[in-house]
């Protein structure tokens, strides 16, 4: 435990930044799960929708520096490609 005023402040800070930044990457998490789970069930459409919805939420995400850059860009481009996947897919069967 911290002895000095300052140092008491910085952990409450670091607290409120952690559960802050736990609830958001969270957030993006489940968008992706549930991006997902459209794309299984074959919803194409709905999936377009959430894919812009997750691509938000991972830049802001990347702004917030909780994921690196690249791995948001990483991310993006292989949900992107799951889509297109899925979309062949279907149009072949």
């Not at 998490?29 to 894919?51: V, Y």
């Not at 830049?59 to 799951?82: I, Y």
């Amino acid at each position: 435990m911290p002895n000095i005023k300052s140092a008491k402040k910085r952990l409450r800070q670091n607290v409120v930044l952690r559960e802050r930044n736990r609830a958001a990457r969270s957030v993006v998490r489940n968008r992706i799960k549930a991006l997902i789970k459209t794309l299984r069930a074959g919803d194409i459409e709905s999936a377009e929708k959430q894919f812009r919805s997750v691509c938000s939420a991972l830049d802001r995400a990347a702004a917030r520096k909780l994921w690196h850059k690249n791995n948001t860009s990483r991310k993006k481009s292989r949900l992107a490609k799951l889509i297109v996947k899925v979309k062949a897919d279907k149009a072949n069967s």
